[in-house]
């Protein structure tokens, strides 16, 4: 059904996607946006997950995106509660100033 | 073929098993006492290591004369999906050993008597003994590996905790040495049970097993050997990779020197017999030039370094990486006297060697210094002491007459018939042992005493009854050795026929002439002077 | 090209640009208010390739959850903890970052996009048993009922999981927010137990 | 009767034990008439067996006693077995007899010694092994012997060991001898390669019936060789037998004149057959070796002061002499002049002991003189043993030499004049002694503290030797002194009957005598030079030896007593040719460092590359540690680098290539 | 649409055979049920409930056990979830690491204070997570098992709000491991572009009858690269291991048993269940990796554990060398993956995880009673002369650095000799020998610290520990178990033998 656009379009815009949340994860210090990258980079697997379940006319890959999506939220509210207790105590604190460990 | 014998006198008594847990259990006794009452540990200790003593006689004395294979075999299946038993014999070459170590360890109990914890201390040298008895007696590669690698934990506690201003490098040091060195050899004993799992159809650790059952190409033969002779020469140890030992022996304390020279170097040329030539045949006599020069480097290095020390101990340290060399040396030499001569002479030189680490002890005891330039004069001041010292550094430097000749001479003359010039350079030792020996102990006992010497005390009675053993068995063992040559040279002789069958190897026999009187076995013709298979 | 596929281009393209877009957003600016709001765009256009791919189903949950609920999630904490732009992105403390940021991310699209450029002529259509869309069958809750069958059928298990993952979320969250020495915590955790259990 | 040859080294086995036992308890002098009674013993039981042999025929003059199996290993079969046979009971002989005499001596010399038992126990430890080296039935029993009077002489010459210079000759004596000994073993080691066994008689069978190949044959000979000129004091190892004279006198007496440093000499005689089988040049090096020694030493006795030292070199030089012999087939002349020597030089030895002695241990001849009219009996004893070795007919010394040279020159002529000229020299400085100490006028009234001379200082005794001694004046020493000084001076003198030649006047019922009783153990004999023109000339050589006898000491007399014609004793003879010095040089410097240098080589480049090892894993840890930065960004760009290699293998190596 | 409804069938599912999960998840909450309704429990029953539980999870496995070896190994629910010794084993080996943390984090927990319902939940819950892991037979199943233990650990690691240094390897730990899982979400995906299937068994099925092996085959590829980040990560394979110091240091110590221990156990079994169950196929492309990896992780893990001072530290640098140990023995693993006999290479990594995991908590149980006095220090100083203050405590810990250094009669000389036979029996001799050379150089620390407990003299003022029971019975039964194992083997690997007939 995707007659004009090829799934190899859909994989390369995902592949873009996840390289970017990468990218942004190592160069922002923000904790917060560097939780968005990861968002980023899972959405690029579900996009990944989508277009492959289209093309293989297989269901399981739109069920496994449902997942990610439930994990991510997880993930985030647990992530966004570590961060809270840490920021209460150290406001603005970005991800450089959390280097006590080291060596 | 040594199979064959296997379980020949083996007694309804499980004597060597014994022989493991009665140290064993001592320790843990030991371990057990109280606080409280700190003058029991001693006498555990004792009685335990006086037990295992009386067995360990009570063993030669029930042991075939005469028999070549593995006596009071006892075999239990132990670890049994990996093929492992616990497979423990006794030959000819480790009879000895077995013995020496029952005869060292309570002199060095009862000799020296740590400054502090004598708890600990004792229940670590007792466990030591049990894993130098182990490794002597055992007849599966894993469980001789489990000994050989066990013994290293009560070596360290002892340097570490009981030893000298250095104590904890060199302890580093030796443990760091010889664990690198064994985990070569685990390997190649994996190796090697995997191999021959493959020749046996089934897997096994069985030394006895794999040494009939499996054969292994000369390439992979030699690989094994290699792994299996790296760990054995640290724990020898030969040159270059012998640094370890004047420090672990300097740093030790008295008992530990003792027992460090007296069995646990043994530990790697009793390795280099049972696992080198029973177990590789092949590739050990392959490897001989290799091992016959590193041996003959060994002793004139040694005894060089020997010479130019400053501290008595450090050059007890490489007179033995010299005396060790000559056991190398026969044993590579592949001839019944040059083998013989290297298991008495492992004997030998752990009972003088023993004996010198007890006196030098006595004077780090009552000087508080190991540094020759500090001793002098103490003949004046302790005659007996120095007559004692003699006596041992005389058996040292092998005169004949005493234990130290005997052993260093059957080496050679065996030697010299398949490794001509090597003996002949190895021999120059002997020269070499008399000028280190003699110059430290005229610097030590000869001259005028200066004041810090002057009250050097003489022998004490407990001391002269430790070292009045010693002394005995340096006499006998130098005036009749015939009775342990009997026991060993059966063994020997099968390991010889061992080594011929599995290569082009035939043991050069001199032309015995008609008129010779005692009992030479019959002449075969080869020509004496000839030297088979060298270079 | 007919109008559909040139419609399909359009859509595509649109939503790819919004998604990069919104990516890039969320990596360059400064302000994590207006970062939140690059995520929401690239969800969006997420969304909108899902509905593009007529997987209808998740369109509408990745609208609901992520930018519903996690976005506001994030804008909230933004909040609580106070916007801050102490960030310089111009400066960079640690020196070779930047350029292994870069080496990585060009890596990664490098390679990534090989594999799938090579895979691309291999990739076997519809072998599985196809997807029920609205467009072939009538039925418009295709897609829904399909996606059920197959969650609570083959995937039963792992949803059950999902809900263990949710037991971890709340009892994480109970025992960070909680106050030390206990106080009130308590009941309100209770609360939530009872909640997650449902 | 000779199945009890054991008994012979028994005896002193004994004295050792209960000297040992009991020598504190004992003390002075108990413990010393024990010991020289075990000896005495000793000298009775080889008397004993000495007769039993010579009442049996002559081929049959052997006995091999076997005690007990040594070392037996496979086709190594060493018993400790002895051999009782012509050359072993005549050695035994000579040993415990004349040692039996030191130890009389000993007696009063060491009296007051504060470890006099000690060194009684030490002499008959010397004796038992002496028994054994020369009674070994193989070359180990002989080299256990060996070993043993080099560890005892080590013992003895180190006996005053709070003495710095006695300690050093003691370990100098050792080692060199070890040198030696490395010769011996080899030997050893040869010959059971060779013949499979170390028993004289199977080494001699084999090597008479040719079944000893002559390269083996030289190559055991020399090696031996190298042993005998260890023990025997030759070149190059002769230099540690005048440090020797570090010793207590008796000890200089008994070991290191008369019995042990004769051991080199016995050896190559017992092997002689193999000497016979080997390539004919090794014999010329021994006789060489011989001549040259005694040439060596004699020089450097003519300029020693030190009553001992002159003795000292005299002995060297007269073992040159017996090597000589050795060397041209004059083994029975070697034993001969052996014997002789044994009884002349301790005779002298002893007459120095008693000088020393009397002279309250004044060892530098410059200080004494005159000394006949103090110490007549000493005097007279120690004229007879010059008279001796200077080869004065009919003294012993002169029949032994002369055999000697007559040896020589039927092997060469170059060997005889060399011989001759030793004894020309021999009998010069061996008269300078006598003059020295006994005759001209007396230094020794205005009697100067030690200071003046170093090497006396030296030869310090301790003090508390000779408390006895009230204030100073040279005295005749006690009769335990003085007897055995008399019953040596008598064996010197008629010694020469063991083996008178055929000359005008001698009956030959009582000539070659020796020769004879060593029949059965060395063929060659002087039959076998009969013929040459040495042979056939005997008259002419004994006027020659006679006369370099005369003219030496006529030398002397004109130099030192007349003083006619002034001294010539040039520094390069006092200081024994610098060899010494060289040697020692070269030990001390060059050597030392080099074994410093590997020392070093050990500490610091083997033990170094360990360590260095540890500190390399250290360093490389500490920089890898750097990257450990804690910047949580850091680590996911290090995972991110990791990730893109593993997609890089993946995907390119694995997938694309 | 009723009718449709009437036509769905859902899967069977045998509760028994999910059993073990379900007692942990009831456990869990009741816990935090009773915990929360009732707020006042008597001290240590937290701990006390959750080792019941665990342990009868535990036992619930053994009874499957005999059941899988009576009745074979299959699939649950779907064939999502493999019913086999390997899940067994792993699930006994979790139960037993729950057990242990949860008795030495009682008096921990009551001191920082942390006491409380919630973690003793999330060690269940973590449990859980590692369990479906280790069992997975779908890689969405096992990405759902990875992410539950995960956002347990990283609560747990910042767990203690007291400590900023908890705090910090908290937020590492979870921006690392959120970063690392994105990956292996993405290698799922990819590898389901290639396959048609996220299930372990058709997958196989699928490369099997061979999808045309060239244009897939690189999806495949990077998505086995990228699984092997997300599961090296899990495991702490270098260059992936970056967190582990920091949050291993950071986080509580019991927290740090806890990782190290069940957690390593579930992500090295994941790790199994990923290449060399379900991707067997592409064995020769990912065993060099694996070798390369286990290369690296043994030598950093102990060249940097040399220079550490603090013990902690240590322990975390030393798990990594014996991560490295382990990837040896996924290696020998790798050389029969997929084959009727795999070799030894799997039980010698099950039997490893087993002994190494009692090890790492009995360790870590003691650092947590030392630092207890040394107001929650861990530095090497906090350790000097415990010989003297406390010389059963140092005794203990003694055994647990020997059995990690592999001295024999030690559970540790098992393990590594298990795997170093592996290694052999597939001829790799290589990596054996670097990890012999590298056990020797990590050897180096655990001497050091024997060196520093026995060798030297307290400092002043130092005073006796105060041994809490639990933890004490913690420690005691760990030094029990590494002893007995290292003396009477068989039975264990027998049972560890059986790991090698798995379900897919």
């Known amino acids: 059904m995707i007659a004009a656009i090829g799934t190899t379009s859909y994989l390369l815009l995902a592949a873009a996607l996840f390289a970017i949340g990468a990218f942004g994860l190592l160069v922002r210090r923000n904790p917060l946006i560097m939780f968005m990258c990861i968002e980023l980079m899972l959405n690029a697997a579900n996009l990944t997950f989508v277009a492959l379940a289209t093309q293989l006319g297989d269901i399981n890959g739109q069920t496994a995106v449902f997942f990610v999506m439930v994990v991510a939220a997880a993930e985030v509210v647990v992530g966004l509660g570590i961060l809270v207790s840490i920021l209460r105590r150290r406001p603005g604190a970005t991800a450089d100033d959390l280097a006590e460990l080291k060596g | 073929m040594l199979a064959a014998e296997a379980g020949v006198g083996s007694v309804a008594f499980p004597i060597l098993t014994a022989l493991i847990l009665v140290p064993v259990i001592g320790a843990l006794l030991v371990a057990l006492v109280p606080k409280s009452r700190p003058e029991i540990p001693k006498v555990i200790a004792l009685m335990s290591s006086v037990g295992t003593l009386a067995l360990s006689l009570w063993l030669m004395a029930s042991f075939e004369t005469g028999d070549a294979g593995f006596q009071f075999v006892s075999k239990h299946t132990w670890i049994e999906p990996w093929g492992i038993s616990w497979h423990l014999g006794v030959d000819g070459i480790s009879l000895f050993l077995v013995v020496l170590t029952g005869v060292l360890f309570p002199l060095a109990i009862v000799g020296t008597d740590p400054h502090h914890d004598e708890k600990p201390f004792l229940a670590w040298l007792l466990m030591l003994q049990a894993g130098t008895i182990g490794s002597f007696l055992s007849l599966d590669l894993f469980v001789f590996f489990v000994f050989f690698e066990i013994v290293l934990v009560p070596m360290y506690f002892l340097i570490a905790g009981w030893g000298y201003e250095n104590r904890v490098y060199a302890a580093t040091k030796f443990f760091l040495f010889t664990m690198l060195g064994s985990g070569f050899m685990l390997v190649g004993l994996i190796a090697t049970v995997a191999i021959a799992s493959r020749d046996l159809g089934y897997t096994t650790f069985d030394l006895v097993e794999i040494a009939e059952g499996a054969d292994f190409a000369a390439s992979t033969g030699r690989w094994l050997f290699f792994a299996f002779a790296i760990a054995f020469a640290v724990k020898v140890p030969l040159v270059p990779v012998h640094t370890w030992l004047p420090d672990a022996h300097t740093q030790a304390p008295t008992a530990g020197s003792v027992v460090l020279a007296g069995v646990m170097l043994k530990l790697g040329t009793y390795g280099l017999l049972r696992f080198g030539l029973y177990l590789f045949p092949e590739a050990s006599f392959w490897s001989r030039p290799l091992w016959l020069t590193l041996a003959v480097v060994g002793i004139v290095y040694g005894a060089i370094a020997a010479t130019m020390q400053t501290d008595l101990k450090r050059l007890v340290a490489y007179s033995s990486v010299a005396h060790m060399g000559f056991i190398v040396l026969g044993t590579f030499a592949f001839t019944t006297q040059s083998l013989s001569g290297a298991v008495i002479q492992m004997i030998n030189h752990g009972v003088s060697t023993g004996a010198l680490f007890l006196l030098v002890g006595m004077i780090y005891e009552r000087r508080h210094t190991r540094s020759i330039a500090e001793l002098n004069g103490l003949q004046k001041v302790a005659p007996i002491f120095a007559a004692g010292f003699m006596v041992v550094m005389l058996s040292s430097i092998g005169v004949p007459g005493l234990n130290g000749f005997v052993g260093e001479f059957l080496i050679l003359t065996g030697s010299f018939l398949t490794a001509r010039w090597w003996t002949v350079v190895a021999a120059f030792g002997v020269i070499l042992a008399a000028l280190y020996l003699l110059w430290a102990y005229q610097r030590v006992f000869h001259g005028e005493p200066d004041e810090e010497n002057q009250s050097f005390p003489e022998l004490r009675v407990k001391e002269g009854l430790v070292l009045l053993p010693f002394l005995g068995l340096i006499v006998f063992m130098g005036v009749y050795p015939k009775p342990v040559l009997d026991r060993i040279e059966p063994s020997i002789d099968a390991l010889i026929s061992r080594v011929e069958d599995n290569t082009d190897f035939v043991e050069p026999e001199p032309t015995i002439r008609i008129g010779e009187h005692g009992g030479g076995e019959p002449a075969d013709g080869d020509q004496p002077t000839d030297e088979e298979g060298d270079g | 090209m007919n109008d559909a596929s040139f419609l399909e281009y359009v859509v595509f393209f649109s939503a790819a640009i919004m998604i990069l877009g919104g990516a890039i957003g969320v990596i360059t600016l400064k302000n994590p208010v207006h970062a939140a709001l690059g995520l929401v765009l690239t969800l969006f256009g997420v969304a909108v390739q899902f509905v593009a791919m007529e997987a209808h189903f998740l369109a509408a949950v990745q609208v609901i959850v992520y930018a519903g609920a996690i976005v506001v999630l994030f804008l909230f904490v933004i909040m609580l903890l106070g916007v801050d732009e102490s960030i310089d992105l111009s400066i960079e403390p640690i020196p070779i970052q930047r350029p292994l940021a870069g080496v990585m991310a060009v890596g990664l699209v490098g390679l990534l996009g090989a594999a799938i450029v090579r895979a691309q002529d291999a990739l076997v259509i519809n072998p599985g048993s196809g997807i029920d869309t609205a467009t072939e069958t009538g039925n418009n809750d295709a897609n829904i009922e399909q996606l059920a069958a197959n969650l609570y059928g083959d995937h039963v298990f792992a949803f059950q999981l999902t809900s263990v993952l949710l037991i971890v979320a709340v009892a994480g969250t109970v025992l960070l927010t909680r106050k030390w020495p206990r106080d009130t915590g308590s009941t309100d955790s209770a609360s939530e137990n009872r909640s997650s259990d449902a | 009767m000779a199945d009890l040859v054991w008994l012979i080294p028994a005896f002193p086995l004994a004295g050792v034990l209960l000297i040992l036992l009991f020598g504190r308890r004992l003390g002075d002098p108990k413990a010393g008439y024990l010991a020289t009674a075990m000896v005495f013993a000793s000298f009775a039981s080889a008397v004993l067996v000495f007769f039993d042999l010579l009442s049996r025929p002559t081929e049959e003059r052997a006995t091999v006693v076997t005690l007990f199996s040594w070392l037996p290993v496979g086709t190594f079969q060493v018993d400790m077995a002895f051999l009782a046979d012509p050359l072993s009971i005549a050695m035994c002989l000579f040993v415990t007899g004349i040692g039996g005499l030191i130890h009389l001596f000993a007696v009063g010399y060491m009296h007051g010694d504060p470890k006099f038992s000690k060194f009684f126990l030490y002499l008959n430890l010397f004796v038992f092994s002496m028994t054994l080296l020369v009674l070994g039935e193989n070359l180990l029993v002989t080299f256990l012997g060996w070993e043993g009077v080099g560890t005892c002489s080590y013992l003895l010459i180190a006996f005053w060991h709070t003495r710095e210079s006695a300690a050093t000759a003691g370990k100098k004596a050792f080692v060199t001898n070890r040198v030696g000994d490395w010769g011996v073993m080899l030997a050893m080691f040869l010959a059971f390669s060779a013949v499979g066994s170390l028993s004289y008689s199977v080494l001699n069978e084999s090597a008479e019936t040719g079944e000893l190949a002559a390269s083996t044959a030289s190559a055991i000979a020399l090696l031996l060789l190298l042993g005998a000129t260890g023990k025997s004091a030759q070149l190059p190892l002769y230099l540690w037998l005048p440090d020797a004279m570090e010793g207590p006198t008796p000890v200089s007496a008994l070991i290191h004149a008369a019995t042990m440093v004769t051991g080199g000499v016995f050896l190559l005689t017992r092997i002689n057959p193999v000497i016979a089988a080997s390539y004919d040049w090794v014999p010329t090096t021994i006789a060489w070796i011989g001549v040259i020694t005694a040439l060596f030493a004699a020089t450097i006795a003519l300029a020693q002061n030190d009553i001992k030292k002159v003795l000292a070199y005299s002995t060297v030089s007269q073992i040159g002499y017996m090597m000589l012999a050795v060397g041209t087939g004059g083994y029975v002349a070697a034993i001969f002049h052996m014997i002789t020597h044994a009884a002349f030089k301790a005779l002298m030895f002893l007459g120095a002991g008693s000088v020393i002695h009397g002279m309250h241990d004044e060892q530098d001849m410059r200080k004494m003189g005159a000394l006949r009219t103090v110490m007549p009996i000493t005097a007279g004893t120690f004229i007879v043993g010059w008279l001796a070795i200077a080869g004065v007919p009919p003294f012993s010394g002169f029949w032994s030499k002369d055999e000697i040279l007559l040896f020589a020159l039927a092997e060469s002529p170059a060997l005889y004049i060399v011989g001759i000229v030793t004894a020309i020299l021999t009998a010069f400085y061996m008269t300078r002694q006598v003059i020295m100490v006994f005759f001209g006028e007396a230094k020794w009234t205005s009697h100067a503290n030690e200071a003046e001379a170093p090497e006396v200082a030296e030869g310090e005794e301790p003090a508390e030797t000779h408390h006895a001694h009230g204030e100073f004046k040279p005295h005749e020493s006690p009769p335990v002194m003085w007897i055995p000084l008399a019953v040596l001076a008598v064996l010197a003198a008629i010694g020469g009957v063991l083996n008178l030649p055929k000359l005008f006047g001698i009956p030959g019922g009582i000539s070659y005598e020796l020769e004879h009783w060593l029949e059965p153990v060395i063929e060659f004999g002087e039959a076998d030079i009969t013929g040459t023109w040495a042979y056939d000339n005997k008259y002419i050589l004994v006027a020659i030896a006679v006369a370099a006898a005369l003219a030496g000491i006529a030398l002397a007399w004109l130099v030192y007593l007349k003083k006619r014609v002034k001294p010539w004793e040039p520094t390069l003879f006092a200081n024994g040719w610098y060899y010494d010095a060289a040697v020692s040089w070269f030990m001390g410097k060059p050597g030392r460092d080099g074994f410093q240098a590997m020392t070093d080589f050990d500490a610091k480049i083997v033990d170094g590359a360990v360590n260095g090892a540890g500190v390399a894993v250290r360093e490389s840890a500490t920089q890898v540690r750097r990257g450990q930065t804690g910047y949580v960004r850091q680590y996911a760009g290090i995972i991110g680098i990791g990730v893109v290699l593993l997609l890089g293998w993946f995907v390119v190596i694995r997938g694309i290539l | ?504």
Not at chain 5, 178 to 201: K, Q
Not at chain 5, 384 to 405: E, I, W
């Open chain 5, 1 to 504: 649409m009723l009718q449709q409804l009437d036509t769905f069938v859902g899967p069977e599912i045998n509760w028994f055979a999910l059993s073990p999960m379900l007692t942990l998840l009831g456990g869990t909450l009741v816990l935090m049920l009773a915990g929360a309704l009732t707020p006042l429990w008597p001290k240590g029953l937290y701990a006390f409930a959750t080792a019941t539980i665990a342990g009868a999870a535990g036992v619930l496995a053994m009874v499957q056990w005999d059941d899988i070896t009576d009745n074979g190994t299959r699939t649950l629910v779907a064939g999502v979830i493999a019913y086999d010794t390997l899940s067994m084993f792993t699930t006994i080996t979790i139960c037993i690491g729950v057990i242990l943390v949860a008795m030495s984090s009682d008096q921990y927990l009551r001191d920082t204070p942390n006491d409380g319902p919630e973690i003793y939940a999330l060690y269940l819950v973590a449990a859980i997570g590692g369990v479906v892991m280790a069992s997975a037979n779908d890689l969405i199943v096992l990405f759902l098992g990875l992410e539950t233990l995960s956002l347990a650990l990283y609560v747990l690691a910042s767990s203690n709000r007291r400590s900023s240094e908890s705090a910090e390897s908290g937020i590492k730990y979870f921006v690392l491991g959120g970063f690392a899982s994105a990956f292996f979400l993405y290698g799922i995906a990819l590898v389901y572009g290639a396959t048609g299937t996220t299930n372990i068994s058709e997958m196989v099925a699928a490369l099997q009858n061979g999808v045309d092996p060239f244009g897939n085959e690189s999806l495949a590829l990077a998505g086995t690269a990228l699984l092997i980040v997300g599961l090296g990560f899990k495991v702490a394979a270098v260059p992936f291991h970056v967190w582990v110091p920091d949050v291993y240091q950071g986080a509580p110590t019991p927290v740090t048993a806890f990782m190290a221990s069940v957690g390593k156990v579930a992500a090295f079994v994941a790790m199994l269940r990923v290449l060399v169950i379900a991707l067997p196929f592409y064995r020769d492309d990912w065993r060099p990796i694996i070798w390369v990896l286990a290369l690296l992780t043994l030598v950093v893990g102990s060249f940097l554990a040399v220079v550490q001072t603090n013990v902690k530290r240590m322990l975390a640098y030393s798990s990594i060398s014996h991560a490295g140990f382990i990837l040896v023995g996924v290696e020998a693993a790798a050389h029969g993956a997929g084959e009727a006999d795999p070799g030894p290479g799997m039980p010698s990594v099950v039997l490893y995880l087993i002994l190494y995991s009692v090890l790492v908590i009995g360790s870590l149980a003691v650092v947590a009673v030392v630092s207890r006095n040394s107001g929650g220090d861990t530095n090497l100083d906090s350790f000097t002369g415990l010989a003297r203050r406390r010389p059963m405590l140092a005794l203990a810990f003694t055994v647990f650095l020997l059995a990690q250094a592999g001295v024999p009669f030690t559970s540790g000389f098992i393990a590594k000799f298990g795997v170093i036979q592996a290694a052999v029996e597939v001829d790799s001799y290589a990596i054996a020998v670097i990890a012999m050379a590298a056990a020797a150089v990590a050897a180096f620390i655990y001497l050091r610290i024997m060196v520093t407990m026995w060798t030297s003299d307290p400092a002043v003022g130092a005073d006796r520990v105060a041994i809490p029971f639990s933890t004490g019975a913690a420690i005691v039964a760990a030094v029990a178990f590494t002893l007995v194992v290292g003396i009477v083997p068989g039975w264990l690997i027998d049972a560890a033998d059986t790991v090698t007939a798995y379900a897919r």
